[in-house]
């Protein structure tokens, strides 16, 4: 498996939720050595994605990616990369 998606529309007002799935799909990514994971976020007037980018910029999940790329085609899309 290469690559895992979220997608965060039908959630994007519960900020628990948000996080337990975002939690939930890095830690599978960990698990399954999956190399890219898709975060759609939406884009909406850009709250959820920074949500999203200040998870992400957390120490103990930095640590578990290798690095981040916001979509330059597709504003409503952040790939996060895993090194294995």
Avoid: C, T, W
């Amino acid at each position: 498996m290469a690559k895992l998606a979220l997608d965060l529309h039908d959630i994007y007002n519960r900020g628990a939720a948000i996080e337990s799935e975002l939690n939930r799909v890095i830690s599978e990514a960990v698990a399954k050595k999956v190399s890219i994971v898709e975060i759609i976020p939406g884009k909406g007037s850009g709250q959820l994605k920074k949500h999203v980018l200040r998870f992400l910029a957390q120490p103990e999940i930095k640590k578990l990616y290798h690095r981040i790329e916001k979509d330059d085609k597709n504003f409503g899309r952040i790939f996060v990369h895993f090194r294995f």
